[in-house]
């Protein structure tokens, strides 16, 4: 079969389009009729698919438009004031959404520079000598560079951003501050960290899904789920010995904050005894100097699943397999509100009413009554 050059197939359509005859083309080109007409159908095809994939790209764009304004709508919605409200109450309504939107959108929602933000956040009001207030701003400066860049830029880079921006420090004033702040770039020690990190990250369950009692092993994890546009994270914490959900949070971002919440509403409710080991994967969340210090102050060992073995995590894995089968994947909810609520109530009911096939068909609340009876005997 003769391969003919993409070039010669163009020409072929665009004389058609001109109104020239297909058996014209065909003579001047040296191909049959149903040759012509076959290169002209899939030439059409081919621009047709084009346009369609233009306009999805628009489509699209549009969609993320409306998103971010659909999260400015709800921001406005949230807050007491506008964005022609007093600068001090923006500021003041402002700081009770950090966490919980991005800060770029709500700044934009109520008008407020994100830098007098910043500086609204981090400033220490008890000092108010000159040079300590320049130090102050300063601070504000650098880790907010530095939260920019990923954590990624050091003392020279961030000192050559700030002259850009009409900020003039050297680069040993930015170095020092960055002591103060407690901040690095992550380049410095990447490799020592992840090969620290590597070694001291030790599995303590090897799937071994068995507790002797409640409160000796917690397992934790967090899934996303897409309502309207807008991510939402879930993170639970499962008491192994019952599968009892003890706790669970939802937010908008799956941070350290959020499982930070998760573990001390769980350790607030349960007060187990030292001893109790904690298993996850090795998400950033969980593997945060934060969270790992939370753990130690309370005397729980940590556990990590291996790199790349979901099924180390498998107990937290099937309870978000069921909650999306059973209750998210098969309701349309009306509002957040709505959503939310419902995962609280599929909670209540796979603790106290749904039978598990790992506890003979009793439900963690069944298993916890009957163990706290024996105890008693």
């Keep these: ?16 389009l001109n109104d ?5 083309i065909a003579s001047d080109l040296g191909v049959s009729r149903s040759t012509v007409y076959t290169w002209i159908k899939s030439l059409k095809e081919a621009d047709s698919q084009a346009k369609t994939e233009i306009s999805l790209r628009y489509v699209h ?31 003041e309504a402002l700081e009770a959404l950090y966490g919980k939107y991005n800060v770029h959108v709500f700044c934009e929602a109520l008008q407020v520079p994100r830098g007098t933000f910043y500086n609204h956040i ?18 504000i400066q650098v880790q907010r560079v530095y939260d920019e860049s990923r954590q990624i830029y050091g003392a020279e ?7 850009q921006e009409g900020i003039y420090t050297s680069k040993e004033m930015v170095l020092e501050v960055m002591r103060e702040l407690g901040i690095e770039s992550v380049r410095q020690k990447a490799k020592k960290n992840f090969q620290k990190e590597r070694y001291a990250q030790s599995n303590h369950l090897h799937q071994d899904f068995h507790a002797e009692a409640p409160n000796c092993i917690w397992v934790s994890d967090t899934t996303e789920f897409w309502y309207n546009q807008k991510r939402f994270v879930i993170c639970v914490i499962i008491d192994l010995f019952s599968r009892k959900i003890v706790a669970h949070k939802i937010s908008f971002k799956n941070s350290t904050r959020l499982v930070k919440a998760t573990f001390e509403s769980a350790y607030e409710v ?15 969340n969980y593997a945060s100097q934060t969270f790992c210090n939370l753990l130690a102050s309370q005397n729980v060992a940590q556990s990590f699943s291996r790199s790349g073995k979901p099924h180390d995590n498998a107990v937290a894995e099937t309870f978000f397999k069921s909650l999306k089968q059973e209750e998210l994947y098969r309701t349309h909810y009306h509002s957040e509100k709505e959503f939310k609520k419902a995962v609280d109530t599929y909670i209540l009911f796979y603790n106290s009413k749904r039978p598990h096939k790992t506890l003979q068909y009793k439900t963690p609340d069944q298993v916890e009554i009957e163990f706290a009876e024996k105890l008693d005997k």
Excluded: W
Excluded at 125 to 130: A, E, F
Excluded at 272 to 284: K, Q, V
């Design 1 to 16: 079969m003769a391969h003919y050059k993409t070039e010669t197939k163009q020409e072929a359509l665009n004389r058609y």
């Design 20 to 24: 020239e005859s297909v058996a014209t």
């Design 61 to 91: 764009g549009l969609e993320r438009k409306i998103a971010r304004l659909q999260e400015i709508i709800e921001i406005l919605q949230a807050v007491d004031c506008t964005a022609h409200s007093p600068l001090k109450e923006k500021l």
């Design 122 to 139: 981090f400033r220490n009001k008890r000092q108010n000598n000159s040079y300590r207030k320049r130090r102050d701003e300063l601070r």
């Design 157 to 163: 880079k961030i000192a050559a951003v700030l002259k």
């Design 270 to 284: 349960r007060k187990p005894p030292a001893g109790l080991i904690f298993h996850s994967d090795r998400g950033s």
